[in-house]
């Protein structure tokens, strides 16, 4: 592995300091002007301005990146997704533009069912193809970690395919992966009206291999009206962590059930949507660090009204945003879309997001001590804009103006 150093940073942006970061904290992107960062084996060893690096350093021994007075980030990590999925909802989503809600596709069968199906019957091959093209495209947005979910089979064969999938690519593609176990993403149809069996079943038969041979990191359940309560989100998480997963929860999306309230009692590395969550719920989890990740696209596309973003952050509570990709409820990728709706329509700085997509990103998967920022001892994982100034972000609304991304001290992305 070559070592590599990356110089002349108009802005290098690091997002030091303890993670995860609340309040006035998310603000602080740690700038150094005309920056540099040195790389060895796929690591950080030293983070500074450049005339100082330059002059520490043999440069012959290095391949040399120069930043041509761009800003660098750390790679943006989408700490959210469900990107492994056999089929499409193109139909789905045209009944959307026309006014049929989410819940009633789910309850005319569609919805998460309906890829349930595609996942079934695609073979690990189609898969594992997919999925490799997606996270290519999320590569060239500058992600170069993601959580990924199963929860697309709702049976022990179709989990652990999705979960070996997350494996081999986690293996042959650039961009890192943390699993996640979602079997209790729905109720099947062999398992209708009889919930709580089903959940019996995830724990006893399906998440021990979950874990044995799909390496899942995390248990995540759809806690939420019509789909699992929080008495059967408490039992499987519970289980769960027995088993050495640590817990996630889709949490008041649809309704408010007490998912914040059971994240925090749990314990949860994050709840996620939180899109009806109580003052309380975010009260709680704020206390027990629970990261609270947002996800504005999924709202945004299904027209509901976003989390409280604003709220969540000025009362303490750590936030991270990601893009929640999947076959139905957001179709989307798109970090540039994700930056617009947050900063226009949630009211965050783009400090605040930058902040939420990287080192609190890190933290939602537990990755904070090896991802998430430019810091001595971490992953040379970097982003180069092809803008100015950081702020372009923002400015420049739904355009990727990412221009080279750096994966373990690799050029992955070269615009
Ligand atoms: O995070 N909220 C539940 N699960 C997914 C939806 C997945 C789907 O519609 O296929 C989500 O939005
Ligand atoms: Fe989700």
Redesign the pocket.
Known sequence: MKNVVVKNAGELITCQGQAPKTGSEMNELGIITDGAVVIKGGLITQVGKTDEILKNINIEEFEVIDAAGKPVLPGFIDSHT?FVFGGYRADEYSWRLQGVPYTEIMERGG??IN?VAGTREASFEELKESAWKRLDSMLSFGVTTTEGKSGYGLELETELKQLRVMKELQEEHKVDISPTFMGA?AIPSEYEGRSGEFIDYLIEEVMPLAVEEGGAEFCDI?CDQGVFTVDEARKLLLKGQELGLKAKI?AD?IAQVGGAELAAELGAVSAD?LLKASDEGIKLMAEEGVIGTL?PI?AFSLKEPYARGRYMIDNGLPVALAT?F?????YSESIPLLIALSTLQMELTLEEVITALTINAAAAIDRDAKIGSIEVGKAGDLVILDAPSYTHLAYHIGVNIVDKVIKNGQLVVNG
């Open positions: 469900h919805g998460i890829s993403h759809f889709h999306e949507h996800l999924t929640d999947n076959p139905g409820s957001c």
